[in-house]
T-cell receptor
Framework: GQNIDQPTEMTATEGAIVQINCTYQ??????LFWYQQHAGEAPTFLSY??LDGLEEKGRFSSFLSRSKGYSYLLLKELQMKDSASYLC??????????WGAGTKLIIKP | EADIYQTPRYLVIGTGKKITLECSQT?????MYWYQQDPGMELHLIHY???????EKGDLSSESTVSRIRTEHFPLTLESARPSHTSQYLC?????????????FGEGSRLTVL
């Protein structure tokens, strides 16, 4: 089968750094997305990785290792508004988008 | 800001009713999708479309239908609602350049079936 594994919940402190991991087993690979989803709202796009390495975008960075089937989302200088769920999704060889269940990130003052 | 709209935002109905959830986008995107999402769970693909007169079934399609008569409009119909259909329904679209484009989501339709 195909699956995406992410921690269910993480807690971090305002101003700190947090890393949210995602491991995947899919039939082929054509890219990996990270989305942010606030409670009761729709997901919004954060990043897309298709090649190995780190993509930096402001306070958020996303890393991919295709050989390890592994990605992480790094959030720096955490703010209270970063409290949300972070969804990892992989495009497989059939161009189907496989979604993880998301990691709920709780930011404490 | 994405221009994709869903109505109704919230709906409470009785078992056995027929309902249609509307989704419209003004971005000219060819590809549109319907997802179902329960709290804290992954998104499940219900139906998708690659353009006008194109519709495909996803993982949870058996109890619903869609149509794509116009590029901008992709309604989802439940013929006979059941309590198990209580969930959030998300519509999304993406430009038709390949299959790796960013998804733009509507704000969702939260359905409760009594």
């Amino acid at each position: 089968g195909q699956n995406i594994d992410q921690p269910t919940e993480m807690t971090a402190t305002e101003g700190a750094i947090v890393q949210i991991n995602c491991t995947y087993q899919t039939s082929g690979f054509n890219g990996l997305f990270w989305y942010q989803q606030h409670a009761g709202e729709a997901p919004t796009f954060l990043s897309y990785n298709v090649l190995d390495g780190l993509e930096e975008k402001g306070r958020f960075s996303s890393f991919l290792s295709r050989s390890k089937g592994y990605s992480y989302l790094l959030l720096k200088e955490l703010q209270m508004k970063d409290s949300a769920s972070y969804l990892c999704a992989v495009i497989n060889s059939n161009y189907q988008l496989i979604w993880g269940a998301g990691t709920k990130l709780i930011i404490k003052p | 800001e994405a221009d994709i709209y869903q109505t109704p935002r919230y709906l409470v109905i009785g078992t056995g009713k027929k309902i249609t959830l509307e989704c419209s986008q003004t971005m000219g995107h060819d590809k549109m999708y319907w997802y179902q999402q329960d709290p804290g769970m992954e998104l499940h693909l219900i139906h998708y479309s690659y353009g006008v007169n194109s519709t495909e079934k996803g993982d949870l399609s058996s109890e619903s239908t869609v149509s794509r008569i116009r590029t901008e409009h992709f309604p989802l119909t439940l013929e006979s609602a059941r309590p198990s259909h209580t969930s959030q329904y998300l519509c999304a679209s993406t430009p038709g350049q390949g299959d790796t484009g960013e998804l733009f989501f509507g704000e969702g339709s939260r359905l409760t079936v009594l």
